[in-house]
C-alpha cells in the first residue's frame, strides 16, 4: 500500500512538474469562446484525479498540459498520452486515435465535469485537483 501511494504521488509530482515547466503563453491558443485571447481555461496545465464517473476508474489521473498534450494515468498504469483542443468553446480530446468531442460540464477551482462523446456512448466524469501524498522523510 504505501508503494502504491508513493509511486501515486511521484506520478502526480512528475505530472505538476511538466505542467509547471510548459511555456504559459501557449496556452492562449485555447480560450474560452467569449473570452480574450489572454485568458486560459482553469483547466490547463492541473492534475486532475477521477472522483465519480460512469465509465473511467476512480483514481485515474488527467493533466491537460498547455501545448496540447494530454496525460493520463493512474497508481496501476503507465501514463498514457493523447492530445486535445479547446477552439471556438468545443473542447477535443484524442486518446489512442480516436477524437471526439467532450462537453465541459462545469469548471471551477475545486471541480472539472466532464461528459465525453465517444463513438460508443457517453461517459461523465467528475474530476477534482489530484491529491499529492506527502514525500517519505
Known amino acids: 500500500m504505501k508503494i502504491a501511494l508513493r509511486r501515486a504521488g511521484g506520478i502526480a509530482a512528475l505530472l505538476l512538474a511538466a505542467a509547471c ?18 485568458v486560459k481555461p482553469g ?4 492534475v486532475w484525479e477521477v472522483n465519480l464517473s460512469t465509465g473511467v476508474a476512480p483514481g485515474m489521473l488527467y493533466a491537460f498540459l498547455s501545448d496540447g498534450t494530454l496525460v493520463l494515468t493512474s497508481p496501476n498504469s503507465k501514463a498514457a498520452f493523447g492530445a ?23 469548471l471551477s477551482h475545486d471541480e472539472l465535469r466532464l461528459r465525453s462523446n465517444h463513438p460508443k456512448g457517453s461517459v461523465e466524469i467528475m474530476l477534482m485537483p489530484a491529491r499529492v501524498a506527502p514525500l517519505p522523510p
Open 21 to 38: 515547466s510548459k511555456d504559459p503563453d501557449t496556452a492562449a491558443a485555447y480560450p474560452p469562446a467569449g473570452q480574450p485571447s489572454n
Open 43 to 46: 483547466f490547463i496545465n492541473k
Open 84 to 106: 486535445w483542443t479547446y477552439k471556438e468553446g468545443v473542447l477535443r480530446m484524442v486518446e489512442e486515435s480516436q477524437e471526439y468531442k467532450v462537453d465541459i460540464l462545469s
